[in-house]
């Protein structure tokens, strides 16, 4: 009897479980199980996740975009929001934060600064004063008004010397002086450091300000007058106290600096005590 069946279940296409070197019916489902790992959401974990390749879809536990029965029960599908990072969220309040502190200086008439990129000078051991200020020169008419610190720098640079010893210092402290003794550049002891190398140089016939931006400039390379408009027009406009952390962080703000340090925060309060007549004039100007 049990032959019988067999024989029929055979004839029919059908394999008995457990059947053994019984040919495979075209009618066994094939699946095979692989796994990847999906990091989860909320988690700090990822768990493993199984994917069943060539399995039956004629029943998807997903419904379809053209069964309008599903979507009924079935809440919308919605775009991923980008997780946050933290930093961005904190970038964006201290944009909201500052925002009100630059509209308050937006009258001011800033402009992009200009850097300097003409050809390298000659090497400053080889030439005199006279060739060598003609090259300190035309940095200034870029760049000015400049510290002069800053355009020994780029000089030296040019000419692929990384620092400036005291000879170096002195040669072109001579060459700045043979331009300023010729009439072609003005210079201004800002800092009160009695020291050419700090003062504020620029080309004679030029303003003695000209707000800008920071551009490729340290905050020791930023002239004491263009610190000092900013600080008393945000004094003026913003009612800031006079020298406090709130009043210098507005300050560095605008130069787009951050780090407020002992000594930035010492010069500064040094800077507001000082008096320039061209600051004054320029402030009546703006306030026209």
Do not use: W
Request: proline share 8%; with cysteine; net charge negative.
């Amino acid at each position: 009897m049990l032959d019988v069946l067999l024989t029929t279940l055979a004839e029919r296409g059908i394999e008995p479980i457990g059947s053994e070197g019984a040919p495979r019916s075209v009618h066994t489902e094939h699946r095979r199980v692989s796994s990847f790992t999906e990091p989860a959401v909320k988690q700090d974990r990822c768990v493993p996740v199984e994917v069943l390749e060539n399995a039956d879809v004629s029943n998807p536990a997903v419904p379809l975009a053209g069964d309008s029965s599903a979507r009924v029960d079935a809440p919308p599908v919605e775009a991923q929001q980008p997780l946050s990072t933290g930093d961005g969220e904190l970038l964006d309040r201290k944009r909201v934060l500052v925002s009100p502190v630059r509209s308050q200086v937006a009258n001011l008439p800033f402009s992009t600064y200009v850097e300097y990129t003409g050809p390298p000078g000659k090497d400053p051991y080889s030439v005199n004063a006279h060739i060598l200020s003609e090259s300190i020169v035309g940095i200034i008419e870029v760049e000015g008004p400049v510290i002069a610190k800053r355009v020994y720098d780029i000089y030296l640079r040019g000419c692929g010397i990384k620092r400036m010893g005291h000879e170096l210092k002195s040669n072109l402290n001579k060459a700045l002086s043979h331009a300023i003794g010729q009439g072609s550049i003005v210079h201004e002891d800002e800092a009160g450091k009695d020291d050419l190398v700090y003062s504020v140089v620029r080309v004679k016939g030029s303003p003695p300000i000209r707000l800008r931006s920071r551009g490729p400039r340290s905050f020791e390379e930023i002239p004491p007058s263009e610190l000092q408009v900013v600080a008393r027009y945000l004094l003026e406009q913003h009612g800031f106290t006079p020298g406090s952390d709130e009043h210098l962080r507005a300050i560095l703000d605008c130069f787009d600096l951050r780090r407020l340090t002992t000594q930035v925060g010492a010069t500064m309060l040094d800077i507001l005590e000082r008096g320039f007549p061209y600051v004054d004039e320029l402030l009546s100007r703006i306030r026209k």
